[in-house]
C-alpha cells in the first residue's frame, strides 16, 4: 500500500526537460564528433587551418559549429560521398580479384593448382601447399 500512496517529487515536466537536455548533449558531442573528424581528415588545409577551426570550436562552441557546419557544409557531404565511393570501389575491386577465374584472384590460382594436380604435374601435397598460399592472400 505504501507504493500506491508514494508521491513523486520529480514531476513529469522536468522529467521531459531533463530527457531534452539529455539528448541535446548527444547530439552536440556527435556533432563536434562528427566536425572533428571532418577537420582532421582534410588535405585540402594546412595545420594552422584546423588549429585555427579547433580553437574556434573549442573557444566559441556554438558559435564556431555553426560557423563550420554553414562554412563546410556542402563540401563535408561531398567528401563523405567521395570517401564512401572510394571504399565501394575499393571492395568491388577486391571482391573481382578474389572471385575471378581468370587468373588473377585466388580462385583462379586454385583452378590453375588443381588442373596441374589432375595433369599429374605436382602431387597432393604441392597442390595442398598452393591451395593454403593462395587462400593466404
Known amino acids: 500500500m505504501v507504493l500506491a500512496q508514494s508521491t513523486s517529487n520529480y514531476p513529469f515536466l522536468n522529467l ?7 539528448f541535446g548533449w548527444v547530439i552536440w558531442f ?5 566536425i572533428f573528424g571532418d577537420l582532421f581528415r582534410r588535405s585540402d588545409i594546412s595545420g594552422w587551418g584546423k588549429a585555427g577551426w579547433t580553437v574556434l570550436v573549442l573557444v566559441l562552441p556554438f558559435i564556431g559549429v ?5 562554412a563546410e557544409g556542402k563540401h563535408m557531404g561531398a567528401r563523405k560521398q567521395a570517401q564512401a565511393e572510394a571504399a565501394q570501389s575499393q571492395f568491388d575491386d577486391y571482391v573481382r580479384s578474389v572471385a575471378s577465374d581468370s587468373g588473377d584472384g585466388a580462385a583462379g590460382e586454385i583452378a ?8 599429374g604435374a605436382i602431387s597432393e601435397g604441392e597442390y595442398q601447399a598452393l591451395k593454403s598460399r593462395a587462400l593466404a592472400r
Open 30 to 34: 556527435w556533432l563536434l564528433i562528427v
Open 16 to 22: 521531459v526537460w531533463t530527457m531534452l537536455v539529455f
Open 112 to 119: 590453375r593448382a588443381k588442373k596441374l594436380l589432375d595433369d
Open 66 to 70: 555553426l560557423i563550420y557546419l554553414v
